[in-house]
């Protein structure tokens, strides 16, 4: 079925100059993996929006959530085929597209705020990072943040110690790979519709997930204990086939560039909200115990995973990570 539809996309993309000057509507398929009511799900919605009333209708949007149409590692190759034209991939999820740099925003405690974060996706070295995907034939529209990422699992974490030995489901990156063995933990690498069952049947013990997603996909429910670790930060590169992109009229494609210029600001303004308000789902729930370290096991946690940040070099190379450095003030003990 999935083989057939990525076909299809194939074909569709070889006549997309053909389609475009008909009159029927161009169909952008936005694909993504999470519930509608995060983030990133109601900021496609309001993408879709802007798109279809700035283009009077010559434009439709499909906004196809939580995995109805690709899996984490498909939609990406979908993507590259035209059986999709949009997807906001996390930035963990790049490195198969041979763009391993996006993994940087992986490493453990490399930002302290959504300012920091803001200041390096959104000013010249989230530029650098675009123009290297457009060597990839992809191209990318903006970025859109989530939130910080914490431990859940069914014992209580509270220091490095308590992660040692557990199976912690992660996205693709290698730097989150090398994250979880830092701590002694064992990293399980799986697309994020699987995550709810996996932990149900005891697959994997634990995650880092963000509270929106930890709420929205329900793994809350079968996790016991939730530590505020705030290790991480979960982004999104919003991006589309550069073939198709490039073959749209120039009105229409300045039209929706602006569409997503909109939609972006839209992402990073709800992003805090949305996570906090999941965070006080999750309480008021009470099916999970939120537990905030102390700062002295926070500082533990710190010093075991800084490392990270060089043993891990190779995949964004020491000037990125200095440029970083210096943009944050970064400052490896606190
Ligand atoms: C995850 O796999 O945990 C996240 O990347 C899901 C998402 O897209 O937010």
Redesign the pocket.
């Known amino acids: 079925m999935q083989r057939r539809s990525l076909i299809a996309g194939a074909i569709a993309l070889v006549l997309s100059g053909l389609a475009f000057a008909a009159d029927a509507p161009i169909v952008i398929k936005f694909s ?3 519930a509608q009511d995060t983030p ?1 799900g109601k900021a496609a919605e309001y993408f879709k929006k802007l798109a279809e009333e700035r283009t009077k209708g010559r434009v439709k949007v499909e906004v196809y959530p939580n995995s109805q149409l690709y899996k ?1 590692k498909e939609e990406m190759e979908a993507l590259q085929l035209g059986a999709v034209q949009m997807l906001a991939p ?1 930035l ?2 790049f490195g198969p597209l041979g763009v391993k740099e996006f993994e940087i925003f992986d490493l453990p405690y490399l930002f302290d705020s959504y300012e920091e974060v803001n200041k390096v996706m959104h000013g010249p070295i989230g530029a650098k990072l675009y123009a290297k995907l457009e060597t990839k034939g992809i191209k990318a529209l903006g970025f859109w943040e ?1 939130g910080f990422k914490n431990f859940s699992s069914n014992k209580p974490i509270r220091t490095p110690e308590d992660v040692k030995g557990l199976k912690i489901r992660i ?1 693709s990156s290698k730097v989150l790979d090398e994250e979880m063995r830092s701590l002694g933990a064992l990293p399980q690498v799986m697309a ?1 519709s699987e995550v709810y069952q996996a932990l149900q049947t005891g697959v994997v013990d634990g995650t880092e ?1 963000e509270p929106s ?1 930890l709420y929205t996909s329900k793994a809350f429910e079968v996790q016991k204990h939730l530590s505020l670790t705030g290790h991480g930060f ?1 982004g999104y590169a919003v991006i589309v086939n550069k073939q198709f992109w490039d073959g749209l009229p120039a009105d229409v494609r300045s039209t929706l560039t602006q569409a997503m210029n909109d939609a972006s600001v839209y992402a990073n303004q709800i992003a805090k909200q949305e996570t906090d308000k999941a965070l006080a789902a999750i309480k008021a729930s009470g099916k999970t115990t939120i537990y905030t370290p102390t700062p002295a096991e926070r500082a533990a946690f710190r010093k075991a995973l800084v490392p990270v940040h060089t043993k891990m070099i190779d995949r964004y190379g020491k000037d990125l990570l200095a440029e970083i450095y210096k943009e944050t003030d970064f400052k490896p003990v606190q």
């Open positions: 993504h993996v999470v990133k984490d996390s963990a999820k989530n996205q994020f997930l997603n979960l």
